[in-house]
Nanobody
Framework: QIQLVESGGGSVQSGGSLRLSCAVS????????VAWFRQVLGKEREGIAF???????SYADSVKGRFTFSQDNATNTLYLQMNALKPEDTAMYYC??????????????????WGQGTQVTVSS
């Protein structure tokens, strides 16, 4: 089955940037909806960026204009470029893959496969 491994998290000051990577193995990610979610301890996992099988990318309002979801087909790697980071972006970030269902699911329950997560901490 598909495997996902995130990397690139860390600690930055408000206004800074980070780029997260998601290395996909065992299957091509293009067979699935793939997405980035984030979770703050005690809160529900929030979907922030989505890539469907047609190549369409969409974003949650909370990150639109600041985050960019990109892909490298040659290496089967997904990226999340995060700019203008805010303290409220502090969370564990996850890469995930799941079936297409009239576009990509927006809820975490719609996804089958998850990476282990990478922590992003933004200080004010």
């Amino acid at each position: 089955q598909i495997q996902l491994v995130e990397s690139g998290g860390g600690s930055v000051q408000s206004g800074g940037s980070l780029r997260l990577s998601c290395a996909v193995s065992n299957e091509p990610y293009k067979r699935y909806c793939v997405a980035w979610f984030r979770q703050v301890l005690g809160k529900e996992r929030e979907g922030i960026a989505f890539l469907d099988t047609a190549g369409t990318i969409s974003y949650a309002d909370s990150v639109k204009g600041r985050f960019t979801f990109s892909q490298d087909n040659a290496t089967n790697t997904l990226y999340l470029q995060m700019n203008a980071l805010k303290p409220e972006d502090t969370a564990m970030y996850y890469c995930t893959a799941g079936p297409v269902d009239v576009g990509c699911p927006r809820m975490f329950s719609g996804y089958w496969y998850w990476g282990q997560g990478t922590q992003v901490t933004v200080s004010s």
